[in-house]
């Protein structure tokens, strides 16, 4: 394994967490705020788009730069 791909490596755990730690402390808020089913729906709606956004990107400049 080749620095670049450890790096590389690297970079999308740290970026996997990152989003892990976020899915929980919004989870935590969601809960204790009592916030009603449609809330919630909402909110990981937004959360999964903004996610999903993230991850066409990546797989867009793969192509693209290729």
Known sequence: MTFEQF???GFYLGI???FLFIFLAIKDVLD?????LV???AVWL???LGC???LVKGIIQVF???
């Open 7 to 9: 790096e590389s490596l």
């Open 16 to 18: 996997s967490a990152l």
């Open 32 to 36: 204790q705020g009592e916030v009603p």
């Open 39 to 41: 809330g919630k729906i």
């Open 46 to 48: 937004v959360l999964f």
């Open 52 to 54: 999903f956004g993230f």
């Open 64 to 66: 693209f730069d290729s």
